[in-house]
T-cell receptor, first 113, second 118 residues
Framework: DGGITQSPKYLFRKEGQNVTLSCEQN?????MYWYRQDPGQGLRLIYYSQIVNDFQKGDIAEGYSVSREKKESFPLTVTSAQKNPTAFYLC????????????FGPGTRLTVT | GDSVTQMEGPVTLSEEAFLTINCTYTATGYPSLFWYVQYPGEGLQLLLKATKADDKGSNKGFEATYRKETTSFHLEKGSVQVSDSAVYFCALSGADLAGGTSYGKLTFGQGTILTVHP
């Protein structure tokens, strides 16, 4: 079955540590996205990538980094510079043409204490 | 820039009641419009979409019509079920040019929590 996988589902880290969230898709999509969702709020775009080895900052990129070495994979690193990293992180992907509907993974809930 | 405004929530209904969740948007050009649904602790699922004016998207009893004259895309369902309890997001996809290529950035509304009681 085609889809997007994110791992792990829950992640706990101590303050000051970097942590990497995984996102893999087998939908043959070119574009991939990372969003952050806080309780009772909408989604905010962190980073996006249209093609391999290329990515752009979204609305809240500070304290985050990404890489896109393979079409199927778009890992997100939450660095110690991110002031409020505790949140629900969602990965999505889409084609680069057409109506651009995005398909989402199940999310990773990160808790930093 | 593009923006999406959804009706304030939460919305609480009894089973079999009629549902409307209002969504209006501001965008340049001719965006595509979407409704996504999020169940507790899960990612977002595409519920329905419409790509041009007067298109009606529909799925699982939900409907929404792309109204360009009122810049609206209201979500409706004639008879809700307890299983419809979730958060609903309205979104639009514009198109930007960046470095000579284009991509579809989604702009989301803030979400509307729907609770349906038996």
């Amino acid at each position: 079955d085609g889809g997007i996988t994110q791992s792990p589902k829950y992640l706990f880290r101590k303050e000051g540590q970097n942590v990497t969230l995984s996102c893999e898709q087998n939908l043959n999509h070119d574009a991939m996205y990372w969003y952050r969702q806080d309780p009772g709020q909408g989604l905010r775009l962190i980073y996006y990538s249209q093609i391999v080895n290329d990515f752009q900052k979204g609305d809240i990129a500070e304290g985050y980094s990404v890489s896109r070495e393979k079409k199927e994979s778009f890992p997100l690193t939450v660095t110690s510079a991110q002031k409020n990293p505790t949140a629900f992180y969602l990965c999505a992907s889409s084609f680069r043409t057409g109506t651009y509907e995005q398909y989402f993974g199940p999310g990773t809930r990160l808790t930093v204490t | 820039g593009d923006s999406v405004t959804q009706m304030e929530g939460p919305v609480t209904l009894s089973e079999e009641a009629f549902l409307t969740i209002n969504c209006t948007y501001t965008a340049t050009g001719y965006p595509s419009l979407f409704w996504y649904v999020q169940y507790p602790g899960e990612g977002l699922q595409l519920l329905l979409k419409a790509t041009k004016a007067d298109d009606k998207g529909s799925n699982k009893g939900f409907e929404a019509t792309y109204r360009k004259e009122t810049t609206s895309f209201h979500l409706e369902k004639g008879s809700v079920q307890v299983s419809d309890s979730a958060v609903y997001f309205c979104a639009l996809s514009g198109a930007d040019l960046a470095g000579g290529t284009s991509y579809g950035k989604l702009t989301f509304g803030q979400g509307t929590i729907l609770t349906v009681h038996p």
